[in-house]
């Protein structure tokens, strides 16, 4: 049998090469003479074996060298000289890691967007799996009980290996949970030594349909009108159907997304929720833990380690998970049994893949929806021109939601004219008695300034030089507190130079206003309150952005100042006033982006 191989090279065709399975040569050794059913057995046993190899990862010679590939499609026949044809060296996977669908799209992918398909098929692969690693699911040491009523009277005298044993005999537990619990390891070990209990992989292989007796569901909200109309119409397509949910800012459109998925639960299919920015991962993680409890949800993007990547992409494929919450790469999982596709703020440019293998998430979603013949439902307060294009079309049904939800009201709006106000630090009087009001009243302001760093020029105001990087011709940020300064296109970094580089005069000064000098001014003004500054600097570390959110949900920070890392879909209830600074850049930006 011959297999056609994407492999990971920039180039633009698929490889032939021999794959020798001994289920296949059996049923060429069949009698020729049976001519009927040594053709209907030889084909079925090619069908089989190609069903089998189809999707899985390979190792090929490719040149001097030996690469990876993914196969793509089989024949029994080669398209070139027999003699030309090299063998597979290796397969990887027992089982193949892409299914069809799958496959069929990323080569849609590759042929439409002109881009090596053997690339395109390794965007897909998490990294882990790109060194020829297995792709199964690590075990979880664990215990169970397995002792009897002679070991257990011998460790009577101690109460916490009878806690132990008691909380075992109800089922098996995680050795981490049993830490966590307050189990040191020693009494484990000693537990385990007397034969009272025993290492087990407790790492679950059901499916998540069969974990769980009655798909549990919490905090349900009464849908009104609008909502109840959209609900129904995307509930009742059994089919392929693109629908785009135009509402309002607070029109509801999460809850729609959650009764939706319920329904899809329901069936025992699975739901794939895509959202723009890692950002939002942590509250829409938890806002679904608290409506579906005890359905496993699994979610993937930037922040995780390529262990935690993998294990969310082996449980979706495995039907171990319910739910996958994740960035645009999540757009390539696998799933088992997928039964509709949700993407949030669909008109977020971060749907867009701007390096390496350039796609757009959102395109992809519909495409793969329409291949698995499910629906797909975009959300948004601002659709993008090209989905108001095919609703226009009539490829799209737009579904309106022109009220907020819960008798929720719309917030007051007020422009500033700082051509007519005493403005300190992009900070004008107005603005600083808005917050003096607010924080009286117990409540928290957020501030908007989509500039991080102190300021965005470093200008020699003797010639007029100004700083810029090296490899981009951009202007460089002037970041203060760590004392440099950092092109925000190539993520290079530069000293602050002391003079000139072009007159050698001293007289550099900062021009403009980025978060950490929004921040230092504010410290200086509202001495006695807590002020966080949350931006890419200051959420390098893991889980840092979470941990900073749910200080803003305790209140422990009364003044909030953030880029465009907190503008979209964060819910603060106690933020009563925000403030957009320099709002003539962000309108500027929008314009650029157009």
């Given at each position: 049998m011959?297999?056609?191989?994407a492999v990971n090279?920039p180039?633009?065709s698929?490889f032939?090469?021999?794959?020798?399975?001994?289920?296949?040569?059996?049923?060429m050794?069949l009698?020729?003479?049976?001519s009927?059913?040594?053709?209907e057995?030889?084909?079925?046993?090619?069908?089989?074996?190609?069903?089998?190899?189809?999707?899985?990862?390979?190792l090929?010679?490719?040149g001097?060298?030996c690469l990876?590939?993914?196969?793509?499609s089989t024949s029994?026949?080669?398209s070139?000289?027999?003699?030309?044809?090299?063998d597979?060296i290796?397969?990887f996977?027992?089982?193949?890691?892409?299914?069809?669908d799958?496959?069929?799209?990323?080569?849609?992918?590759?042929?439409y967007?002109?881009y090596p398909i053997g690339?395109v098929?390794?965007?897909?692969?998490?990294?882990?799996?790109?060194?020829?690693?297995?792709?199964e699911?690590k075990s979880?040491?664990?215990?169970?009980?397995?002792a009897?009523?002679?070991?257990?009277n011998?460790?009577?005298?101690?109460?916490v290996?009878?806690e132990?044993?008691?909380l075992l005999?109800?089922?098996?537990?995680?050795l981490?949970?049993?830490k966590?619990?307050g189990?040191?390891?020693?009494?484990?070990?000693k537990?385990?030594?007397?034969?009272?209990i025993?290492k087990v992989?407790?790492?679950?292989?059901?499916?998540?349909f069969?974990?769980?007796?009655q798909?549990?569901?919490?905090?349900?909200?009464?849908?009104?009108?609008?909502?109840?109309?959209?609900?129904?119409q995307?509930v009742?397509?059994?089919?392929f159907g693109?629908?785009?949910?135009?509402?309002?800012?607070g029109?509801?459109k999460?809850?729609i997304y959650?009764?939706?998925?319920?329904?899809?639960l329901?069936?025992?299919?699975?739901a794939?929720v895509?959202?723009?920015e890692?950002n939002?991962?942590?509250?829409t993680?938890?806002?679904?833990?608290?409506r579906?409890?005890?359905v496993?949800i699994?979610?993937?993007?930037?922040?995780?380690?390529?262990t935690?990547?993998?294990?969310?992409?082996?449980t979706?494929?495995n039907?171990q998970?319910a739910?996958?919450?994740?960035?645009r790469?999540?757009i390539?999982?696998?799933?088992?049994?997928?039964?509709?596709?949700?993407?949030d703020?669909?008109h977020?440019?971060?749907?867009k893949?701007?390096?390496?293998?350039l796609?757009?998430?959102r395109?992809?979603?519909?495409v793969?929806?329409?291949?698995?013949?499910?629906?797909?439902?975009l959300g948004?307060?601002?659709?993008?021109?090209e989905?108001?294009?095919?609703?226009?079309q009539q490829?799209?049904?737009q579904?309106?939601?022109?009220?907020?939800?819960a008798?929720?009201?719309f917030p007051?709006?007020?422009?500033?004219?700082?051509?007519?106000?005493?403005?300190?630090?992009?900070?004008?009087?107005?603005?600083?008695?808005y917050?003096?009001e607010?924080?009286s009243?117990?409540?928290q302001?957020?501030?908007l300034?989509?500039?991080?760093?102190?300021?965005?020029?470093?200008?020699?105001?003797?010639?007029?030089?100004?700083?810029?990087?090296v490899?981009?011709?951009?202007?460089?940020f002037i970041?203060?507190?760590?004392?440099t300064?950092?092109?925000?296109h190539c993520?290079?970094?530069?000293?602050i130079p002391i003079?000139c580089?072009?007159c050698?005069s001293?007289?550099?000064?900062?021009t403009?206003l980025?978060?950490?000098?929004?921040y230092?001014?504010?410290?200086?003004?509202?001495?006695k309150?807590?002020?966080v500054?949350?931006?890419?600097?200051t959420?390098?570390?893991k889980d840092?952005?979470e941990?900073?959110i749910?200080?803003?949900?305790?209140?422990?920070?009364?003044?909030?100042?953030?880029?465009?890392?907190l503008?979209?879909?964060?819910?603060?209830?106690n933020v009563?006033l925000?403030?957009?600074?320099?709002?003539?850049?962000?309108?500027?930006?929008?314009?650029?982006?157009?």
């Amino acid at each position: 049998m011959f297999v056609q191989v994407a492999v990971n090279t920039p180039l633009f065709s698929l490889f032939e090469y021999r794959y020798e399975s001994q289920n296949l040569f059996a049923s060429m050794n069949l009698n020729p003479l049976s001519s009927s059913n040594g053709n209907e057995e030889q084909n079925s046993s090619f069908e089989n074996c190609s069903a089998t190899i189809i999707g899985c990862r390979v190792l090929v010679p490719f040149g001097n060298q030996c690469l990876m590939g993914v196969v793509v499609s089989t024949s029994l026949q080669s398209s070139i000289s027999e003699k030309k044809v090299k063998d597979v060296i290796e397969v990887f996977d027992q089982t193949p890691f892409f299914s069809k669908d799958l496959i069929e799209i990323l080569t849609w992918a590759a042929n439409y967007y002109h881009y090596p398909i053997g690339e395109v098929f390794f965007t897909a692969i998490p990294t882990s799996l790109r060194k020829g690693e297995k792709a199964e699911l690590k075990s979880i040491d664990g215990y169970k009980y397995c002792a009897n009523e002679e070991i257990e009277n011998s460790l009577k005298r101690s109460p916490v290996c009878c806690e132990v044993l008691q909380l075992l005999k109800d089922r098996e537990y995680s050795l981490s949970a049993l830490k966590d619990l307050g189990y040191s390891y020693t009494i484990l070990k000693k537990l385990e030594d007397k034969k009272a209990i025993q290492k087990v992989n407790v790492r679950s292989k059901n499916k998540w349909f069969q974990s769980v007796e009655q798909i549990q569901i919490n905090q349900e909200l009464q849908l009104n009108d609008e909502q109840l109309k959209a609900y129904k119409q995307i509930v009742s397509q059994n089919a392929f159907g693109v629908f785009l949910i135009n509402g309002v800012t607070g029109s509801g459109k999460t809850e729609i997304y959650l009764q939706v998925i319920r329904n899809c639960l329901l069936q025992h299919k699975q739901a794939l929720v895509l959202i723009p920015e890692i950002n939002l991962t942590p509250q829409t993680i938890s806002r679904f833990f608290n409506r579906f409890p005890n359905v496993p949800i699994v979610s993937v993007h930037s922040s995780l380690n390529n262990t935690e990547k993998l294990t969310s992409f082996l449980t979706i494929k495995n039907e171990q998970s319910a739910i996958l919450i994740g960035t645009r790469s999540a757009i390539f999982a696998n799933f088992a049994n997928l039964g509709v596709i949700i993407i949030d703020e669909e008109h977020d440019s971060s749907y867009k893949q701007n390096d390496g293998f350039l796609y757009h998430c959102r395109d992809l979603a519909v495409v793969r929806a329409k291949k698995l013949n499910i629906p797909v439902v975009l959300g948004t307060a601002t659709p993008s021109f090209e989905s108001l294009y095919n609703v226009k079309q009539q490829k799209y049904q737009q579904l309106l939601l022109t009220n907020r939800a819960a008798n929720s009201v719309f917030p007051d709006y007020k422009i500033i004219d700082m051509r007519k106000s005493f403005v300190n630090h992009g900070i004008s009087n107005d603005m600083i008695e808005y917050i003096k009001e607010t924080l009286s009243n117990g409540e928290q302001v957020l501030l908007l300034l989509n500039k991080r760093g102190y300021a965005p020029k470093l200008i020699c105001h003797d010639c007029g030089y100004v700083c810029q990087c090296v490899q981009c011709s951009t202007n460089l940020f002037i970041h203060k507190h760590e004392n440099t300064m950092k092109c925000h296109h190539c993520d290079s970094i530069y000293p602050i130079p002391i003079f000139c580089p072009k007159c050698g005069s001293n007289n550099l000064n900062p021009t403009g206003l980025g978060t950490e000098q929004l921040y230092d001014y504010l410290k200086e003004v509202f001495p006695k309150n807590a002020i966080v500054r949350i931006d890419r600097d200051t959420t390098t570390r893991k889980d840092s952005l979470e941990k900073y959110i749910n200080g803003i949900l305790s209140n422990k920070y009364q003044i909030i100042i953030g880029t465009q890392i907190l503008a979209k879909g964060h819910h603060f209830p106690n933020v009563t006033l925000v403030g957009i600074v320099d709002i003539d850049s962000f309108l500027l930006q929008m314009i650029l982006e157009l």
